[in-house]
C-alpha cells in the first residue's frame, strides 16, 4: 500500500473517533466506529475483524465482549492504533500474533504465511485416514508448522517429520511445535535426492506448497505483508508440487497415501502430473470448504521408481518457500 493510502487509512479513523476523538465511552460506540472505518478500507468481514481486535486487546474472547465493563482511555487508544493498522491492510493475525487453523492456535507474524481455512480440508482428509499407530508422516512446506502439528496432536504415537527451507518459517514452526513431537528439517524440497533414509518407509505425505501462479491478482494482506517465496509457484502454479510429488513417490510405501494442496485453477493439472508418474492409483480431486477445487489426493502403488517420473528437477528459487494458503482476490 501507498505512503498516501495508509496515510488516508489513518485519517479515516481519527475522523470515525474509535480512539476516543469523539469521546466515544463505550466499548460498542468504538466496536461500530472501527467497523466503518475498516469497511471503508475495504476490509472483508469489518465487524468480525472489528470485534476479534477489541477481545484481543481486552484479554477475551469475542463471544465475550457484551460483558466486559466499558475500558479505560488507553484501551481506546491501543485499538484506534490496531484499528488504523488493519484499515492498512496489515493481516488481522500479525496483529493478535496468533492464527486458528482447525483446533490449534498459532504463533505467526511477518515473514511467514498464515494458515487458512481452504488448508482445513485437507486436514480433515488427513485425519479421516486409517493409518498405523505408528505411522512415519511427512508435512512438506510446512510453513507455520500447521498439518505437522495438528497430525501429531492428533496421531500422538505418529512419527511427524516438518520441512521446509525458510529459517524464519521454522523459527515460528519450533515456537508452535514445543509441546509436540514434530522433527523440523531444514531443506529445500526442489533438490534431488532429499532424506534418502525415508525411501519406501512413509505412509503419509501432506504439502501445502507455494502454488500461485506468478501474476495473480492478491489483496493487498497477502501481496504486502505475505514472504514472496511462500506464495508463488512459477508461471503456472506447478513449479513446486512438481518436486514434491516426486519426492512422494520415492517416500510412500505401497498403499501410502499423498495429499498435495493446489491453485484453484490447477486441478486438472496436478491430477494430470501425479497421473504421469505411473507411481499412483485412486487419484481424487477434492474441494475446499466453499466448493473450489483446492487438493488433490493418491495413494502409492507397488512398484516403479520415483527416478522415473521425470519429476523433481530443482525449481527456480522463487518457488522454493513454505506457504500456507491465501485468500487470492477473486473477480468480481
Known amino acids: 500500500m501507498t505512503a498516501q ?16 476523538s469523539r469521546a466515544l465511552t463505550t466499548l460498542r460506540q468504538a466496536i461500530g466506529a472501527a467497523t466503518a472505518v475498516l469497511a471503508e478500507a475495504g476490509v472483508g468481514s469489518p465487524r468480525v475483524d472489528a470485534e476479534l481486535l477489541a477481545a484481543h486487546l481486552a484479554g477475551t474472547d469475542r463471544g465475550r465482549l457484551a460483558t466486559l465493563p466499558d475500558p479505560d482511555a488507553d484501551f481506546f487508544h491501543r485499538y484506534d492504533q490496531a484499528i488504523a493498522a488493519r484499515a492498512r491492510r496489515v493481516p488481522l493475525q500479525h496483529l493478535t500474533g496468533s492464527a486458528a487453523f482447525g483446533p ?5 507474524g511477518p515473514g511467514v504465511f498464515i494458515p487458512r481455512p481452504e488448508t482445513e480440508a485437507l486436514l480433515e482428509w488427513a485425519m479421516a485416514q486409517r493409518l498405523p499407530e505408528r505411522a512415519v508422516i511427512v508435512d512438506l512446506c510446512t510453513g507455520s508448522g500447521a498439518l505437522a502439528i495438528a497430525l501429531a496432536t492428533a496421531r500422538s504415537q505418529a512419527r511427524v517429520i516438518a520441512v521446509d527451507d525458510d529459517p524464519i518459517a521454522l523459527d515460528y514452526a519450533r515456537r508452535n511445535a514445543e509441546s509436540t513431537t514434530v522433527e523440523l528439517v531444514q531443506a529445500d524440497v526442489t533438490v534431488p535426492g532429499l532424506l534418502t533414509e525415508l525411501d519406501g518407509t512413509v505412509e503419509l505425505v501432506v504439502s501445502n506448497p507455494p502454488y500461485i501462479p506468478a501474476g495473480a491478482d ?33 517416500w510412500l510405501k505401497p498403499g501410502g497415501l499423498l495429499a498435495v494442496e493446489h491453485d484453484d485453477t490447477t486441478s486438472e493439472q496436478t491430477v494430470e502430473l501425479i497421473a504421469g ?6 487419484i481424487t480431486p477434492h474441494r475446499d470448504l466453499a466448493g473450489r477445487p483446492r487438493f488433490v489426493t493418491a495413494c502409492r502403488t507397488e512398484g516403479g521408481s520415483a527416478s522415473l517420473a521425470g519429476v523433481g528437477a530443482p525449481a527456480p528459487a522463487e518457488g522454493r518457500g513454505s506457504r500456507d494458503r491465501p485468500d487470492r482476490k477473486e473477480p468480481a
Not at 104 to 108: D, R
Request: no cysteine; hydrophobic share 45%.
Open 104 to 108: 490449534l492456535h498459532l504463533k505467526v
Open 277 to 282: 508418474t505411473k507411481l499412483f492409483a485412486a
Open 218 to 250: 492478491l489483496d493487498p494482506e497477502v501481496a504486502e505483508h505475505d514472504p514472496s517465496h511462500a506464495l508463488f509457484g512459477g508461471a503456472d502454479g506447478m513449479t513446486v508440487i512438481a518436486p514434491v510429488v516426486g519426492l512422494a513417490g520415492r
Open 5 to 20: 493510502a495508509s496515510t488516508s487509512a489513518d485519517r479515516s479513523a481519527a475522523r470515525t473517533g474509535v480512539g476516543g
